[in-house]
């Protein structure tokens, strides 16, 4: 293949581009659908084609094939030179690459249980079951929908610094979404798996176990009380504080989304979160959903920190950006396929742990509440957030009370950073999947329990 890829890159050169790169990949892919104990899509099929990218004069061009044969490659090159040409006639400042290390290696995955080894029959098997344990769970269950997706193959990278690289990808992920009703109250449950490992995932984390605890989550909400509104002291479970990190910190730190006017445009170098606040994002944890050797410019991953004891002292860059604020690139360019062009995502980003029990995080709340499942979140590039939590409770005198439901926290970011008081000792990451500019990336977030000193609660007034 690297002959191949390595003609591509040369007919680029020839056209006058001073920088050419050529992605490919061949996957299979299993996606499934359940609803309420139907099976409502079931698809499974390779997906394969490449991706060329070019620099001329300063200027980018993209073009992609969905065929691998090589007078379709060279008409992809050719029309990639051709748009970078018209752009550069309308290009105010040339874009510059950061200079890397070129590289060539082989990254090989070698699952225990490959999920393209499994006959689709058995993964309906699968997720069916689960379907059924949280039905069986109790009659007021009303609804539970679940998404399956497994993705394996090679991707296959070289470009005009003399990189090349063959690297395995395999990713297996599921959503389960469920709903409880009693009465007027109707109640909201989800998880998500993820792994990079196979579906031995399912061994470790099996369809009984995943179906009770939803079950319970949604059935125990249903006696749950709505949540006073206003400020209060919070202790933010793992699964919240990673997506709080990801949303209301995360995105802001994608220097793409730093250098477009995020609120830390101005904060290089600047204190913006209590000292107890240390932030990374890390492609290289074994295992997690956000991991991988080598980004989509052939840039290896790596463990990149964002905050250290409130100052942000880095952010997550592509070789582009990189190159315009004078920052190493951190490897976080990715692609969602072949047809998407390469864009700073994040991988495995997370608070890192402190020194504190969890006992001694709950220490001096007379009333608050511990945030413990999230629902969803969303942020904006003013510092703005919102976070729905599924699972929360009152904490009373130091000690955890009654269930709540249909709360929510929202303000600001660097508000909120600021009013970390105290770290947990513990540590999770969650898998997760992260929209961006029409692509979708696999990732992780996470970190251990936090005290916030206090944070806007929605609820009854």
């Not at 193959?153 to 599921?174: H, M, R």
């Not at 061994?203 to 009770?212: A, F, K, L, S, W």
């Not at 904490?395 to 008081?421: A, C, Y």
């Not at 929209?435 to 806007?456: S, Y």
Request: proline share 4%; glycine share 10%; with cysteine.
């Amino acid at each position: 293949m690297k002959d191949e890829l390595v003609k591509v890159v040369d007919v680029g050169r020839r056209l006058g581009a001073e920088y050419v790169e050529v992605r490919m990949q061949e996957f299979f892919r299993t996606s499934l659908t359940t609803k309420d104990g139907r099976v409502e899509a079931a698809r499974e099929g390779m997906d394969y084609g490449a991706a060329v990218r070019v620099l001329v004069n300063g200027a980018w061009g993209f073009a992609t094939v969905s065929g691998l044969e090589a007078e379709m490659m060279d008409e992809a090159v050719k029309k990639a030179c051709s748009m970078a040409k018209a752009s550069a006639e309308k290009l105010k400042s040339p874009i510059k690459l950061a200079e890397v290390k070129s590289i060539e290696d082989k990254v090989v995955v070698r699952p225990r249980k490959n999920p393209k080894e499994v006959p689709i029959e058995e993964k309906i098997k699968l997720i069916l079951a689960l379907d059924k344990t949280i039905f069986d769970y109790d009659s007021r269950i009303k609804s539970c929908t679940i998404d399956y997706l497994d993705i394996t193959g090679t991707s296959y990278f070289a470009n005009s610094d003399g990189a090349y690289i063959e690297q395995s990808k395999l990713y297996v992920w599921s959503r389960i979404l469920a709903t409880a009703k009693e009465g007027d109250i109707l109640t909201y449950g989800r998880e998500e798996i993820g792994s990079t490992a196979g579906l031995e995932v399912f061994d470790e984390n099996p369809p009984e176990d995943i179906g009770r605890m939803i079950g319970k989550r949604v059935i125990d909400q249903l006696k749950a009380e709505l949540p006073k509104g206003g400020r209060f002291p919070a202790i933010i479970g793992p699964n919240v504080i990673g997506v709080f990190i990801h949303e209301a910190f995360g995105h802001l730190a994608e220097a793409d989304l730093t250098l477009s006017g995020s609120v830390l445009v101005d904060k290089f170098k600047k204190k913006i979160a209590s000292e107890v606040v240390n932030v990374y994002d890390d492609g290289t944890i074994e295992g997690a959903f956000g991991s991988f050797k080598y980004d989509d410019e052939g840039v290896p991953a790596q463990k990149t920190l964002l905050i250290k004891e409130g100052v942000v002292v880095g952010l997550m860059t592509n070789r582009e950006t990189a190159s315009k604020l004078g920052l190493p690139p951190t490897g976080n360019a990715r692609a969602e396929s072949f047809r998407h062009k390469p864009i700073i995502r994040m991988r495995n980003t997370y608070l890192a742990p402190g020194d504190r029990s969890f006992e001694e995080l709950l220490e001096g709340i007379k009333f608050g509440y511990y945030l413990k499942g999230f629902r969803g979140g969303q942020a904006n590039l003013d510092g703005t957030f919102q976070v729905g939590i599924q699972e929360a409770y009152e904490i009373v005198d130091g000690e955890i009370g009654k269930p709540v439901r249909n709360l929510s926290i929202s303000g600001n970011t660097l508000e909120t950073l600021q009013k970390v008081e105290a770290v947990g000792k513990d540590f999770e990451l969650w898998p997760g999947r992260c929209g961006k500019d029409g692509q979708t990336a696999f990732i992780c977030d996470g970190g251990p329990h936090a005290r916030v000193k206090e944070v806007i609660i929605g609820g009854r007034a």
